[in-house]
């Protein structure tokens, strides 16, 4: 069984410094791993995704994350924080093997990002 | 045009009412889902629809029935809502399938109050 673990429920950084949310997973074998964020009172969007390509992702907004097998992790970064990134972010695990089957995608605890002035 | 759209956005009714949400996704997706949110942020899913035929189907009150008329609808109906069923509420599709196909898109959420 997959798990996910985003350390920090809450992160608060300056506007223009770096973020970093940190994302560590557990599974047998690597998953697929994503990156969604939720602004106030709105739905999830897909901010970046691995799926056994590049190690290194872009995603939008400026966002980055970079799948590290041997450390089991996907942290996600962004060079330079905007007021506009103050929201919650997930990770979450999907996992790999036979086409055609049932896919449970299981989420982070999520982690709050607060951008202050 | 909204790509996973869930009515009504907001919910508010009285312990012991029937309430149905409704979900439609134009994504031309096989597969729907339907997870729970609770006042903690954390996400759960609940159940999941392909071609109509349910597939995933965690530990959920039975009060809680979905229903699939077809590969782009999936329906929440709650019997006897009680307090502890409030919670945003959001509906998700995707391909069923490896790789890239099963990225799941999230309609808003609908945010169910029980009084």
């Known amino acids: 069984a997959q798990s996910v673990t985003q350390l920090g429920s809450h992160v608060s950084v300056s506007e223009g410094a770096l973020v970093l949310l940190r994302c560590n997973y557990s599974?047998?074998?690597?998953?697929?791993l994503f990156w969604y964020v939720q602004y106030p009172n709105q739905g999830l969007q897909l901010l970046l995704k691995?799926?056994?390509?590049?190690?290194l992702v872009k995603g939008i907004n400026g966002f980055e994350a970079e799948f590290k097998k041997s450390e089991t992790s996907f942290h996600l970064t962004k060079p330079s924080a905007h007021m506009s990134d103050a929201a919650e972010y997930f990770c979450?695990?999907?996992?790999?093997?036979?086409?055609?089957?049932?896919?449970?995608?299981?989420f982070g605890s999520g982690t709050q990002l607060t951008v202050l002035p | 045009d909204t790509a996973v759209s869930q009515t009504p956005k907001y919910l508010v009714t009285q312990m012991g009412n029937d309430k149905s949400i409704k979900c439609e996704q134009n994504?031309?997706?096989?597969?729907m889902y339907w997870y729970k949110q609770d006042s903690k942020k954390f996400l759960k899913i609940m159940f999941s629809?392909?071609?109509?035929?349910?597939?995933i189907n965690e530990t959920v009150p039975n009060r809680f029935s979905p229903k699939s008329p077809d590969k782009a609808h999936l329906n929440l109906h709650i019997n006897s809502l009680e307090l502890g069923d409030s919670a945003v509420y959001f509906c998700?599709?995707?391909?069923?399938?490896?790789?890239?196909?099963?990225?799941?898109?999230f309609g808003a959420g609908t945010r169910l109050s029980v009084l």
């Open positions: 998700a599709s995707s391909l069923l399938g490896g790789g890239e196909k099963n990225i799941q898109y």
């Open positions: 599974s047998s074998v690597p998953p697929y």
């Open positions: 691995y799926t056994s390509a590049a190690t």
């Open positions: 979450a695990v999907l996992p790999t093997g036979t086409s055609g089957s049932a896919r449970q995608l299981t």
């Open positions: 994504l031309g997706h096989d597969t």
């Open positions: 629809y392909n071609n109509k035929e349910l597939i």
